[in-house]
């Protein structure tokens, strides 16, 4: 078998490399939108199987497929990326001295199925001062980032107190259980 990443993530890349697989990249632009009535907990899974199903058609019969989506959530809100500077200053600012989800769902899919699973880490940050959130979206532009921050940045390393979980899993790629779902297949 041959694998996939259907992701244009460098974190998920070097997480699935960091695993041992040789893998391919391939993307396709795909609407990430969700309906409003959803639970928040359940976007990520939703996304990731718009992401492979796009991207399930071009399989070949060897062909292993991992798409990943992340996403937070505090309460009943979820935080996506942010669209600019000032969203993800008011992000940061919900976080700040609360604990949160985070939520990656990923899927494993060959031409024949595709199979979603879900890991949540909860991420507790202590209180963030106006001038920590700014100097970290100045210097980091986390703006490809769920919730406004990588964990394995400078936020991550002055800012977060307490993680219950995965850390691979709020970096973008729970490693341990996508390489479990992965051992069933034989790769090249």
């Known amino acids: 078998m041959k694998l996939i990443l259907g992701s244009k993530s460098p974190r998920r890349k070097e997480l699935l490399a960091g695993l041992g697989y040789s893998f391919e990249v391939r993307t396709k632009d795909t609407d990430e939108s969700y309906p409003d009535n959803l639970d928040p907990k359940a976007i990520a899974a939703y996304v990731v199987s718009k992401k492979s199903a796009a991207l399930k058609h071009e399989l070949s019969e060897n062909e292993v497929l991992v798409c990943a989506d992340t996403t937070v959530v505090l309460g009943e809100n979820q935080f996506g990326k942010p669209i600019d500077r000032n969203e993800a200053i008011t992000m940061l600012q919900a976080l700040s001295n609360r604990t ?37 979206i100045d210097t980091y532009k986390p703006f490809d ?37 992965l051992s069933v297949y034989q790769f090249d």
């Open 100 to 136: 949160h989800l985070v939520i990656t769902a990923f899927s494993i899919t060959t031409r024949e199925k595709s199979v979603v699973s879900s890991t949540t880490t909860e991420v507790t940050f202590k209180s963030l001062s106006i001038e920590e959130i700014t100097y970290y």
């Open 145 to 181: 980032k769920a919730g406004s921050y990588g964990i394995q940045e400078w936020i991550g390393y002055v800012g977060i107190t307490k993680i219950h979980g995965s850390y691979t899993n709020v970096v973008g790629l729970p490693t341990a259980e996508v390489a479990a779902a």
